[in-house]
């Protein structure tokens, strides 16, 4: 059995952690124009942080999503449904191949609803179309074109 020891999925601390929005304690680092080495350690400890909430977060919405009425909750509106498959995306554009199975675990349950399975097929369709994917594939446009 797994023992997880963070203070954000603790059940007496997790709350208490989102509430306490650490992420703007952490933009300052980001965005100093201080070059020295210990506010360069602690941009790269800062981008740390969000890299693994980013994780915990898409691991998160995988376990709402796996869930029926998850399912149903995040469908209920062209907005939701919309919303949660722009932040996926943008996710998936700086995400590693671990992490992206788990995006692609979300997209596959979301199509599992007839209104989101029309929204992510219109959005598919269009990132086919304008060549998006060749980013992630490392393929040229013209390689995608749906033309037989």
Known sequence: MRRDYSVASHPDTRTLF????????????LYTTS???????????SLGVIGQLVKVATFIVEQILLDDAGL????TTRESISK????????AEH????LLRHII???????????AC?????WFLF?????SFGNYLNVSASDLSLAS
């Open 35 to 45: 070059k020295s080495r210990l506010v360069e350690n602690l941009r790269l400890t």
């Open 127 to 131: 990132m086919l179309i304008d060549g």
């Open 95 to 98: 995400s590693s191949s671990r």
């Open 118 to 122: 029309i929204a992510l097929y219109k």
């Open 84 to 91: 949660e498959v722009c932040i996926l995306r943008i996710i």
């Open 72 to 75: 149903q909750f995040i469908c």
């Open 105 to 115: 675990r979300c997209y596959s349950r979301l199509a599992d609803n007839p209104s």
């Open 18 to 29: 989102l509430k306490a929005h650490i992420l703007s304690y952490l933009y300052p680092f």
